[in-house]
Structures are given as structure tokens and as C-alpha cells.
């Protein structure tokens, strides 16, 4: 970085490539783009820099639709609609929101493509054991199953892994990870004596896993879909008012512990 280019070397990328009259989004021009390619597609295109199409891309989509929104009690979407009580903007209440997804509440899909890759790489008889490591190490909860309000099912998880074994009848995932999720579901089941459901963070996992993300991207790209549920609550609780609302009415009190 020296010479002419000291300046313009500071920030490098592959994205965008533009001067007054032009604007390239990863080589295409964006009057191109326009009108031809789907918003789907278009995030595809601009975090991972390749084209997705056919069945693959329809994965994708339906990963993002999936996981939009999961009511109000959702702690994202409660301190959206907490925030736009508060006098602050839209932008800053998606934003509450968004900084809510973390490890726990947003971060599974992550976890779940690791373990995922994990059971994969140590093949059919590795389950078990991968299982026990991961417990052992991060607690009794297994990333992308179980869930406290949809029980038996949560009626997002077959429909996604049903799309995943239609894309894999057509050689455009190897649905390898479907398997590998519906067999955790089964084992988990099996050790509880009970249904033990893939939530949407296991299912929408498996997407990302057959579609080849990397573990982080997955916690990006449901970011992305529940930003719009973050913004649709944001949206309808500014439009129905309400002054400081906290997350109980005020008849309401907290338990004190002190002396």
C-alpha cells in the first residue's frame, strides 16, 4: 500500500466497481440486474459472488421466507417493538433488534452447520459420539432441536427438508445433511422418550450445509430473514403508538430480592 494507491488500497474489494455513470455489482452491471434478478438471488450474489439458480436458488429463498418472524415474545422482535416506543427511528429499532441476535437467540443455525460438518466428516458410526463431544463441551442442548412452543413439530422444519429432498432428486444439493438431520431427530427422540422437533434453525441449517456456506454466513443469512420481521413489528408498532412500553403492562412488577 504505497505510492498512488496508498488512499485507494485502504479499502479492497471485490463488490463494487464504480465511477460517475456506472455501477458494477461483482462484474454485472446493476442496469443489468435490475428487473432480471431476484432480491434472493441478488444477496447470493453479493456475499457469497457467484450466481445461484434452479433448485438451489429456490432453497435459498424458501430458507429466507422461512424464518422471518416468530411473534413478539421473540426477544428480537420485542425489543424492536419496545424501541419504537422509545422516540427513536425505524432504522435505529430494526437495529435494537438485530443486536438481539446472538449466541442463544439467533446463533444455533451457526452451530448447527458446525455440527453438521462435524457428523459428516466422521461418518456413519460418528454420530453418537460427535453428539456426546458437543454436549460435553457446550451443554445439553443440541443446536437446532427442540423447541418451547411447537411440539411435536415445528411446522417449518418438514417443509424445508422436504425441498431439500426434492433439489437432491435432481442433483443440485446431495441432501447428505437432511439425513444427517433427520437422524440427530431421531436419536434425540429415542434418548428422551419423547419427539424432540428440528426447529427452524436446524432446518434452514441444513439448507445453508447443502448449499456449501461456511457456519458464520448461516447466522448472517437468518439475521437477514428475521430482519424483516424486525422491521414489519418495528413498522406496525409504530403505527399502532404507545409511549415507553416495557415488556409487561404496568400492573405488573418485578420480584425483589434485596434486604
Given at each position: ?5 496508498d488512499?485507494?488500497?485502504w ?58 418472524d ?9 425489543a ?36 453438521y ?18 454436549r ?24 424445508l427438508l ?16 437432511a ?19 428440528m ?11 447443502e ?10 443469512f ?38
Open positions: 500500500m504505497t505510492g498512488a494507491n488512499v485507494a488500497d479499502w479492497r474489494t471485490r463488490i463494487i466497481d464504480m465511477e460517475p455513470g456506472r455501477i458494477h455489482l461483482r462484474g454485472h452491471p446493476v442496469q443489468d440486474l435490475i428487473g432480471n434478478t431476484g432480491f434472493a438471488r441478488m444477496i447470493w450474489l453479493m456475499v457469497v459472488g457467484e450466481d445461484i439458480s434452479g433448485p438451489r436458488a429456490d432453497l435459498f429463498e424458501a430458507a429466507l421466507v422461512s424464518a422471518v416468530h411473534g413478539p415474545q421473540a426477544p428480537s422482535i420485542a424492536a417493538r419496545m424501541a419504537s416506543t422509545c422516540g427513536i427511528g425505524l432504522q435505529s429499532a430494526m437495529a435494537t433488534g438485530l443486536n438481539m441476535l446472538g449466541d442463544v437467540h439467533g446463533g444455533a443455525g451457526e452451530q448447527a452447520v458446525t455440527l460438518r462435524q457428523i459428516e466428516q466422521a461418518g456413519p458410526d460418528g454420530l453418537v459420539p460427535c453428539l456426546d463431544a458437543w460435553e463441551k457446550h451443554g445439553r442442548f443440541v443446536p437446532g432441536f427442540g423447541h418451547r412452543f411447537h411440539k411435536p413439530v415445528d411446522p417449518r422444519a418438514p417443509r422436504g425441498l431439500v429432498d426434492e433439489a437432491a432428486k435432481t442433483g443440485a444439493v446431495s441432501g447428505a445433511y439425513t444427517i438431520g433427520r437422524t440427530i431427530e431421531a436419536r434425540l427422540a429415542e434418548e428422551r422418550g419423547k419427539p424432540v422437533p426447529n427452524i434453525d436446524g432446518a434452514t441449517a441444513v439448507i445453508f450445509a448449499l456449501g456456506c461456511p457456519p458464520p454466513l448461516a447466522r448472517g437468518f439475521g437477514l430473514s428475521r430482519s424483516v420481521g424486525i422491521l414489519a413489528h418495528a413498522w406496525e408498532q409504530t403505527e399502532q403508538g404507545g409511549r415507553n412500553k416495557g415488556p409487561t403492562p404496568p400492573s405488573y412488577r418485578w420480584t425483589y430480592e434485596g434486604n
